[in-house]
């Protein structure tokens, strides 16, 4: 019977948190498209989309409608089950990441305390790294199933692409791991906030820095965006898609975007952190409030800068991808985890 | 070999230094430059709330005039359909009866009138070719339609209201400082 004896009210809690995290996010996403829109709009001197609703803030709707209301296509020599799976999996890898990220300390509701964070597993960083690399499977898997030439090619650059770049980001991560001591994207959002202790990036700048860049790399975010490059590809691996399952794939590169600002936040930024306020003394539901603002703040800015650089540098050449991947950020990550624990070995041995 | 002017550049093809091998600066640069760019001021003009004004030339759609007591000026000569390099112009003529002398100036007068605004390259030569200053291209444009058909304007789009009995849409549709105010003084 104690087998039996599930805890019900922590099952219906962890349901709503999810859904509203799922809600949350594509709620977010959907601006993001907007917000890209706007952003290469002001920063090449336009207005961008302005006519639906004040300061075009339908759009999204008006996207998105579209995108329903179009023709659904197959193409005949195209995979049926793969074709469809493709923009699935995208779109589920991108969404599961955000289960381990804590998006805020604890809040109090009728005696109960809840953890704003779905899953506090002790291996969250990891998992989010084996979810990650899962999303290049909708890349691939889409361009293969697409039967189409230019599809393929943009799935391999896409698979090629997502494994020198995740070798750089694992590396840069381990640094931050040493000095955490532990795997749990909790445990190292609060060493951050604990009081003098700065947040990880003052400790790791260069790390933060190759994990950027690899993030921009795993996102498929200009100028990395090579499995997608529309002048040479057509838009590659989903050139074949229309209707929703094109929307999704677009979706799922905006979803990616929060995941990853979430992520880098998390492990570099103090996660859900106010800087330069103790948040234990506040009460512990205004302070949980207060952390999620902050960690969303800190997505904004992330994705702002995502945004920024899209707009402003071009796209690499495919050998120069690979020859920084593999020649530059890869080494540079590996003399970073050196020092680190040298570093770290030094202090311990004073 | 001797250059044939004295701007052609020597193309630098020294190796990239170590510096600019990172990217990172010349990145960082370009970030501050569109980074500046978001507190310019745009250029955009809101179309159809501002308009950019014409020039006094502009030919856009066309306008059959009257004269000032409202009397249509065409007299179906087709000079102007035989003007027209497009063959954009068609018409019919009917004579003037007794009792329509306030419609109709000239004896004859064009019963329909038809320009297919698809055809026309609106070069205003039927505005030249018009010997009684009854075609004249005003500063509208853009028309749009959802067939074919609807870009073929009768008289009903083409004449201009009566400044007798409509004074105010006549008004309107001289605009300011168009053509047409001039043609209705002469
Ligand atoms: S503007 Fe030129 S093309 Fe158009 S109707 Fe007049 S003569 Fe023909
Ligand atoms: S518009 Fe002028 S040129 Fe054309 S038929 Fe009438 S009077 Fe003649």
Redesign the interface.
């Known amino acids: 019977m104690t087998l039996l004896a599930i805890d019900w009210i922590l099952l219906i809690e962890k349901l709503i948190l999810i859904a509203i995290i799922v809600f949350a996010s594509l709620g977010i996403a959907l601006y993001t498209t907007f917000a890209e829109r706007k952003v290469a709009a ?6 961008g989309p302005n006519r639906a609703g004040p300061f075009g803030l339908f759009q999204p709707f008006a996207d998105g409608l579209k995108l329903i209301m179009k023709e659904e296509i197959i193409p005949n020599t195209a995979n049926k089950f793969l074709f469809v799976l493709g923009p699935g999996l995208a779109m589920t890898a991108a969404l599961m990441t955000c289960a381990v990220i804590p998006w805020s300390s604890q809040v109090h509701i009728f005696d109960r305390t809840i953890d704003l964070q779905v899953a506090d597993i002790n291996i969250g960083i990891l998992y989010v790294f084996g979810v990650v690399s899962m999303g290049v499977y909708g890349i691939m898997i889409g361009g293969w199933a697409s039967n189409n030439k230019f599809s393929l090619m943009a799935a391999l650059r896409g698979a090629s692409q997502a494994i020198s770049y995740e070798l750089a980001m694992g590396l840069s991560l381990i640094a931050v791991l040493m000095l955490s001591g532990s795997l749990s994207l909790k445990t190292i959002v609060d060493q951050q906030m604990a009081p003098g202790h700065l947040w990880n990036v003052a400790y790791q700048p260069l790390g933060f820095l190759i994990f950027f860049i690899c993030a921009l790399a795993e996102c498929n975010r200009t100028p990395f965006d090579l499995p997608e490059a529309e002048n040479e590809l057509n838009f590659g691996y989903h050139q074949e898609y229309s209707s929703m399952k094109l929307g999704f794939y677009l979706f799922s590169e905006y979803v990616n975007m929060i995941m990853s600002s979430a992520i880098m936040a998390s492990l570099f930024f103090g996660g859900f952190d106010i800087p330069f306020l103790d948040e234990s003394t506040l009460a512990p539901n205004l302070a949980a409030g207060l952390g999620v603002l902050a960690l969303l703040v800190k997505i904004v800015i992330f994705i702002f800068v995502f945004m ?2 899209r ?3 071009p796209r690499f050449r495919y050998d120069q991808l690979m020859n ?1 991947g593999w020649k530059k950020m890869i080494p540079l990550a590996l003399v970073n985890m050196l020092i680190t624990g040298a570093v770290i070995l030094w202090l311990q041995g004073k | 070999m001797q250059a044939l002017t004295n701007r052609s550049k020597e193309v630098s093809r020294k190796p990239i230094s170590f510096l600019e091998s990172l990217y990172l600066p010349a990145i960082f640069k370009g970030m501050a430059i569109t980074f500046s760019h978001m507190f310019k001021k745009q250029p955009t003009i809101h179309y159809p709330e501002q308009k950019r004004p014409f020039s006094p030339v502009f030919r856009g759609l066309h306008v059959l005039n009257r004269d000032e007591e409202g009397r249509e000026r065409c007299t179906a000569c087709g000079l102007c359909a035989v003007a027209c390099p497009a063959e954009a112009i068609t018409m019919e003529a009917a004579e003037r009866m007794p009792g329509e002398e306030n419609k109709y100036r000239e004896e004859k007068y064009a019963a329909r009138y038809e320009i297919n605004m698809l055809r026309c390259i609106f070069c205003g030569l039927c505005e030249e070719a018009c010997p009684k200053d009854a075609i004249y291209l005003s500063e509208t444009f853009a028309p749009a339609n959802f067939t074919r058909k609807g870009f073929i304007y009768g008289k009903s789009d083409l004449l201009i209201p009566d400044p007798k009995t409509e004074p105010e849409a006549y008004a309107k549709a001289l605009g300011k400082g168009e053509k047409t105010t001039a043609s209705t003084t002469n």
Not at chain 1, 42 to 47: N, S
């Open positions: 002001i920063l090449q001197d336009r207005p920024w650089i707009w402003t540098v920084l």
